[in-house]
């Protein structure tokens, strides 16, 4: 997605955990995107509470304002029957953590960059959200709150959806 926006034109700020594929990809944005524009990375796991702030304030940093935000990160999901052990908890944590509450922490920090600019917010969200399958439910149960709850109560007016499998 990066490099269809690079090839845009766009200015790209990226984002994950492992920071030598994060290079690699900003490396191919300055290559075939504009030759003037601003590429940058931030290496975060969306899994720690302070992430999505300290994701905005750097965007804020480097490019002053904020016109598109394309969320679309993800866990891995844990195949498996539901035991209610320790190690189910903490997953569906993480999950939850990662696949909704990182999602609407950003959008509600980018509200005010979106309204200044009329920019849109993209959500990456996953069929899973609407149409549960076994062995997958904390990631389901998190498509489904990040689809009715982002969709109707936080950035409905700058929403732009994308649902993939």
């Given at each position: 997605?990066?490099?269809?926006?690079?090839?845009?034109?766009?200015?790209?700020?990226?984002?994950?955990?492992?920071?030598?594929?994060?290079?690699?990809?900003?490396?191919?944005?300055?290559?075939?995107?504009?030759?003037?524009?601003?590429?940058?990375?931030?290496?975060?796991?969306?899994?720690?509470?302070?992430?999505?702030?300290?994701?905005i304030?750097?965007?804020?940093?480097?490019?002053?304002?904020?016109?598109?935000?394309?969320?679309?990160?993800?866990?891995?999901?844990?195949?498996?029957?539901w035991?209610g052990?320790?190690?189910?908890?903490?997953?569906?944590?993480?999950?939850?953590?990662?696949?909704?509450h990182?999602?609407?922490?950003?959008?509600?920090?980018?509200?005010?960059?979106?309204?200044?600019?009329?920019?849109?917010?993209?959500?990456?969200?996953?069929?899973?959200?609407?149409?549960?399958?076994?062995?997958?439910?904390?990631?389901?149960?998190?498509?489904?709150?990040?689809?009715?709850?982002?969709?109707?109560?936080?950035?409905?007016?700058?929403?732009?959806?994308?649902?993939?499998?």
């Amino acid at each position: 997605m990066a490099y269809h926006y690079a090839r845009l034109g766009a200015n790209i700020l990226i984002t994950a955990r492992r920071e030598p594929k994060l290079k690699g990809v900003v490396e191919k944005c300055k290559e075939i995107g504009n030759l003037n524009g601003k590429n940058h990375l931030i290496s975060l796991d969306m899994g720690d509470g302070e992430a999505p702030s300290e994701l905005i304030k750097y965007a804020e940093h480097v490019f002053g304002s904020i016109d598109y935000v394309v969320l679309n990160h993800v866990i891995s999901w844990h195949y498996g029957e539901w035991t209610g052990s320790e190690d189910d908890l903490t997953r569906l944590h993480r999950t939850f953590t990662v696949s909704f509450h990182s999602y609407v922490s950003i959008a509600s920090h980018v509200i005010p960059h979106l309204e200044a600019s009329r920019g849109s917010l993209i959500v990456m969200s996953s069929t899973l959200g609407k149409i549960p399958m076994p062995f997958v439910a904390s990631y389901s149960a998190a498509k489904h709150a990040l689809q009715v709850g982002v969709k109707i109560r936080v950035a409905p007016q700058f929403l732009r959806w994308c649902l993939h499998g």
